[in-house]
Structure formats: structure tokens, C-alpha cells
């Protein structure tokens, strides 16, 4: 006759939310693409921060009256954000659906049966390495990016009004963009159809916005997500935008309800 034995819930592997974080972390660090594509993301905004400040101030006594007038030293060094997102949010869209493209995706939903914690462990895994590595790297483009202005003395500094807020925020609309793409890897489930839509909501938008009547464009425009979330970034409010911290909330409203459907959709449909 054999005695069952009660094993405590802490010694049988229970699933838990941290737990799943855990292997979600242990996952991302483990990828090749992870280190590569984060990388680029950190070499673009440096390097490209550095290259067009430092053209700027070689060329500023040419450079037309009206440029001058409205030339932002924070934002020339912090332009290397428009083609990090791309990185960042490719490798949003890649945290998901490069585990439906190899099948680890059946192995991850039968180790975590109510699926939601997989997607929210990915999403918290990714967004909080995705702010650090873009907050820093957004701080090390401006300071590296006001060097090369100060051969003109055109730089600004960290106190000025607005400036912290504008670095702070490129990793802000960064994280939120990388989130998005999570969003869209989980609802769509293929790499290249999850990255074409995230362009598509980045990139094509704002200029299919373009061909509506000038009426329409500044009533659409402001909504739009890169729109909105881009006006963290500038110092200045842009005509016909939401103010900046308004457009980040809107901003974050996208990704939110994005990742709404990506859970309706993970629990309803099959892996």
C-alpha cells in the first residue's frame, strides 16, 4: 500500500504572474535578435543625434533666417528617434510572433493554460527594457549631440524649460511604440504582416493625412498615434497639436486598447 504525499503549492511549480515574467525575461535575453536589433536602436539615436547636430553647426551661418528662427537644439539631437522606433518596434513585433512562426507558442500557452499572463509578461518584459536602454541612450544623444552644437554656442541644457521633458519623453513615445508592436505581433501572429502594419500606422498615416483638405488634416493629424505621441518631444507645441503630456495620454491609449485585442484575440482563438 503506498501514501500519497501532499507536495506544498511552492515545491509543484505553480504558474504565477512573476514566474512567467521570469521566463519571459530569461527568453528575450536569450535571443540574438534582442541584443542586435536593441543595439541599432542605440546606435541610431546616438549616432544619428551626433551626425545632425554636428552638420547643423558646421552649416548654421548658411543656414536660411527662418531655420534659425525656428531651430530646437533638443530636438536636432534627439533625431535619431525616427529610425530607432523602427528597431524598437520591429523587435516589439518579433518578442511574439517569432514564437508563432518556430511553434514555441503551443509550448508557452500549454506551460501558462490562461494565456493572458504570457502576453502581459511579454509586453512588461519588453517595455521595461525598451524604456531603460532608449532613456539612456535618448540622454547620451542629447548630451552628445549639444557638444557638437557648442562649437556655435547653439546648445541648450537640461534645466532649460521643456528640455528633460523632451529626452525623458523620446524614451517614453520609444516604449510606447514597442508596445504597439507587441500588440500588433500578437493580433496579427506573422512577422511580416505585424511589421507592414506597424509602419503603415508610423510611417504611411501622417502622409495619407497629407491629401485631406488643410480642414481635415488639423483635425485628424493631432489623433494620429505618431502625432500624438511625438509632441512629448518637442519643446515647442507644433500648430493644430494636442498638448504634449494630452498627446502622450492619447498615444498610450492606442497601445492599450491594441493590447486589449491582442488578449480578446489570444483567448479566443487557437494556438
Not at 6 to 22: M, N
Not at 84 to 102: C, D, F, H, N, R
Not at 134 to 163: I, K, R, Y
Amino acid at each position: 500500500m503506498t501514501t500519497a504525499t501532499v507536495i506544498p503549492e511552492a515545491e509543484r511549480g505553480e504558474v504565477t504572474q512573476l514566474r512567467v515574467i521570469h521566463s519571459e525575461w530569461i527568453k528575450l535575453r536569450s535571443l540574438r535578435s534582442t541584443l542586435f536589433t536593441l543595439l541599432a536602436a542605440v546606435i541610431a539615436m546616438i549616432g544619428l543625434g551626433f551626425l545632425f547636430s554636428y552638420f547643423t553647426a558646421d552649416r548654421w551661418s548658411h543656414l536660411p533666417p527662418d531655420e534659425r528662427l525656428h531651430f530646437d537644439p533638443t530636438l536636432v539631437s534627439l533625431r535619431g528617434f525616427y529610425l530607432a522606433q523602427l528597431a524598437v518596434g520591429v523587435l516589439g513585433v518579433l518578442v511574439i510572433s517569432g514564437e508563432y512562426a518556430t511553434g514555441m507558442i503551443r509550448a508557452s500557452l500549454s506551460a501558462v493554460p490562461r494565456r493572458l499572463p504570457v502576453l502581459w509578461a511579454k509586453a512588461l518584459v519588453y517595455a521595461a527594457v525598451a524604456w531603460v536602454l532608449m532613456t539612456a541612450a535618448a540622454l547620451v544623444a542629447f548630451l552628445v549631440g549639444q557638444a557638437a552644437l557648442s562649437s556655435h554656442h547653439l546648445e541648450t541644457s537640461l534645466s532649460a524649460p521643456g528640455v528633460l521633458r523632451a529626452v525623458l519623453g523620446t524614451g517614453l513615445y520609444l516604449t510606447g511604440v514597442g508596445l504597439i508592436g507587441v500588440a500588433l505581433g500578437a493580433l496579427i501572429r506573422n512577422t511580416a504582416g505585424g511589421i507592414a502594419t506597424l509602419f503603415g500606422v508610423l510611417l504611411v498615416l501622417p502622409v495619407l493625412a497629407e491629401a485631406l483638405p488643410s480642414s481635415w488634416f488639423d483635425a485628424v493629424n493631432k489623433y494620429l498615434p505618431s502625432t500624438a505621441g511625438q509632441g512629448l518631444i518637442h519643446i515647442h507645441q507644433e500648430p493644430h497639436t494636442l498638448a504634449p503630456w494630452t498627446g502622450f495620454a492619447v498615444f498610450c491609449l492606442y497601445a492599450l486598447v491594441a493590447l486589449a485585442g491582442a488578449g480578446v484575440a489570444l483567448k479566443r482563438r487557437d494556438a
